[in-house]
Antibody, heavy 115, light 110 residues
Framework: EVQLVESGGGLVQPGGSLRLSCAASGITVDNSAMHWVRQAPGKALEWVSGINWSGSNRGYGDSVKGRFTISRDSAKNSLYLQMNSLRPEDTALYYC????????WGQGTLVVVSS | QSVLTQPPSASGTPGQRLTISCSGSGSNIGTNSVNWYQQLPGTAPRLLFYSYNQRPSGVPDRFSGSQSGTSASLAIRGLQSEDEADYFCAAWDDSRNGFVFGTGTTVTVL
């Protein structure tokens, strides 16, 4: 059974940085497509970033390009999202998901950007 | 920000067949398969249907997807009260090199 556990969310001021982590079990992140998806309160899902199974293709949503970076650590079997230059509109619940079709999801970690 | 368009709400009575639509463009639905997700209140999304005709294990066969041209639809056969949730479509977009999600549809069982 795949388990994904996100952490690293919290309250941060505009312009600040946060690093989200997603610890995986039941899969090997190095051999899996992985995604970050966010959901602002009462809003739709928004794809933030993804990496294909080989790591050769990393993509970002238009609203986070140049500010967020996705990476993974095979030793810790974890996925990360480095978020810089945070804006109030980045406030959301951030989910980690695995698989080409995002077939397994974590429970999310909340990021609040506010002064 | 959502690239795929869904009706904001849909409703039906128990046992009824309900269909949710998802409209996109040639760079997403017109080229790639559509995924459907169910999100029960206060929970993470759950994959319901993907890759044109695949259903993850544990998903009832009451849920089925189809797509044609730049549109897709999710059908729920034999609607049940436990199907009350938000439903989202998604597809890979070749021009954006990323996934795009739908606006979401809230299903109510009357």
């Amino acid at each position: 059974e795949v388990q994904l556990v996100e952490s690293g969310g919290g309250l941060v001021q505009p312009g600040g940085s946060l690093r989200l982590s997603c610890a995986a079990s039941g899969i090997t992140v190095d051999n899996s497509a992985m995604h970050w998806v966010r959901q602002a309160p009462g809003k739709a899902l928004e794809w933030v970033s993804g990496i294909n199974w080989s790591g050769s293709n990393r993509g970002y949503g238009d609203s986070v390009k140049g500010r967020f970076t996705i990476s993974r650590d095979s030793a810790k079997n974890s996925l990360y999202l480095q978020m810089n230059s945070l804006r109030p509109e980045d406030t959301a619940l951030y989910y980690c998901a695995s698989g080409e079709a995002a077939d397994s999801w974590g429970q999310g970690t909340l990021v609040v950007v506010s002064s | 920000q959502s690239v795929l368009t869904q009706p904001p709400s849909a409703s039906g009575t128990p046992g009824q067949r309900l269909t949710i639509s998802c409209s996109g463009s040639g760079s997403n639905i017109g080229t790639n398969s559509v995924n459907w997700y169910q999100q029960l209140p206060g929970t993470a999304p759950r994959l319901l249907f993907y890759s044109y005709n695949q259903r993850p294990s544990g998903v009832p066969d009451r849920f089925s997807g189809s797509q044609s041209g730049t549109s897709a639809s999710l059908a729920i056969r034999g609607l049940q009260s436990e199907d009350e949730a938000d439903y989202f479509c998604a597809a890979w977009d070749d021009s954006r090199n990323g996934f795009v999600f739908g606006t979401g549809t809230t299903v109510t069982v009357l």
